[in-house]
């Protein structure tokens, strides 16, 4: 049970995108501090007392902020309603009670390195191709939009946005990415995997990892501008945010493009020298495993196709 959180911040502004998915606006009491005080990609903690129900005490979670730096002392956040929740005392069902005017918990550090200037440099020429299940878009929201208030008249071709979710309702900031790919040509592709409970839906369909599957990734690499076998580590970085099951997918059908994680588990796993360089990094919303590395037969596949991979490199 968490001890009692004492409040430093304030919901400015809350947005229902549908039942269960919301952006929140929060202002602490005390901006963040430094002339930059995050990185795009970076997250805060965010936290709440139980007040329906004291014994359970408070909760904190870590919220990607979706809001850029350049935007002010104003934090937004891309949030889910979680259904299943794993604990008692989930803070996504204490924030459903919130609204405007409301007082919460905001540890005023951010952190986390999921950031250009943390992994490949923000000076990096390589397309940046950003893979998003759900809430897991926040970060890149962070991204472009601080690269679009940086430089306003530049254009964000450099950066792909894949963006999957179950049901179009459930596609955020689409509004304001369609615009930034119509005025800026920032390349954003959203895909849902129920079509058929949607059937007006226009875009794709699928799973946001089925744009990897090796029947699609020659139409990806057009849309992308590459030819045929172009998404590799040479020309592109791969970031991917969300839950489990998306990251693993991604790493797995990017493995044999010769695309390197972070992760120094899934490196010495795969058993990468030391010498290559990551090109693929994530930032993991729950706590399973993203690759079994445990199953022999699986990572067998891997290291070979991966092998070979940096072999043609
Ligand atoms: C670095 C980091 C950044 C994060 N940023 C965000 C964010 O910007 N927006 C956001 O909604 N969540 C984000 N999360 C997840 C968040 O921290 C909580 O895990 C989530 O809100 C559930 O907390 P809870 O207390 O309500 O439920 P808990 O009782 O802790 O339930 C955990 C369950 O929730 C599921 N879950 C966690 N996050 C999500 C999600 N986004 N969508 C669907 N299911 C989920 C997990 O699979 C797990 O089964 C982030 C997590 C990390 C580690």
């Not at 405007?100 to 952190?111: E, I, P």
């Not at 689409?174 to 059937?199: F, I, N, Q, W």
């Not at 489990?244 to 796993?269: H, S």
């Amino acid at each position: 049970m968490g001890k009692e959180l004492t409040y430093n911040a304030t919901l400015v502004e809350r947005v229902d995108y549908t039942d269960a998915l919301a952006t929140f606006k929060i202002e602490p009491d005390e901006p963040l501090p430094g002339e930059r005080p995050f990185l795009p990609g970076q997250y805060v903690t965010l936290g709440m007392n139980n007040e329906a129900r004291p014994e359970l005490g408070s909760v904190r979670r870590p919220m990607s902020i979706a809001s850029a730096p350049e935007e002010g002392a104003v934090l937004e956040f891309y949030i889910r309603w979680v259904a299943h929740p794993e604990s008692d005392n989930p803070l996504t069902h204490l924030l459903w009670r919130t609204r405007a005017g409301d007082r919460l918990f905001l540890r005023a550090k951010a952190v986390g390195r999921f950031t250009l200037e943390h992994t490949v440099g923000s000076d990096d020429r390589r397309h940046k191709l950003l893979v998003a299940a759900g809430t897991g878009l926040a970060p890149f929201i962070s991204m472009v939009r601080s690269h679009h208030l940086r430089h306003p008249q530049a254009e964000l071709a450099g950066y792909t946005i894949l963006h999957g979710a179950s049901y179009p309702a459930d596609l955020g900031y689409r509004e304001e990415l369609l615009r930034l790919a119509a005025e800026r040509r920032l390349g954003y592709y959203a895909t849902v995997s129920r079509p058929r409970e949607a059937p007006d839906w226009p875009g794709d369909q699928g799973r946001v990892e089925d744009y990897f599957l090796p029947g699609r990734l020659e139409e990806l690499e057009a849309r992308l501008g590459f030819a045929a076998g172009g998404l590799n580590p040479e020309n592109a970085v791969v970031y991917i945010c969300g839950l489990q099951g998306t990251i693993g997918e991604t790493i797995i059908r990017l493995l044999p493009r010769g695309f390197v994680p972070d992760n120094r588990k899934l490196r010495r796993a795969l058993e990468v020298p030391d010498d290559v360089p990551a090109s693929l990094f994530f930032e993991q919303y729950d706590a399973t495993p993203v690759i079994d590395v445990g199953d022999p037969e699986l990572m067998g596949r891997l290291r070979a196709q991966l092998r070979a991979a940096l072999a043609v490199a």
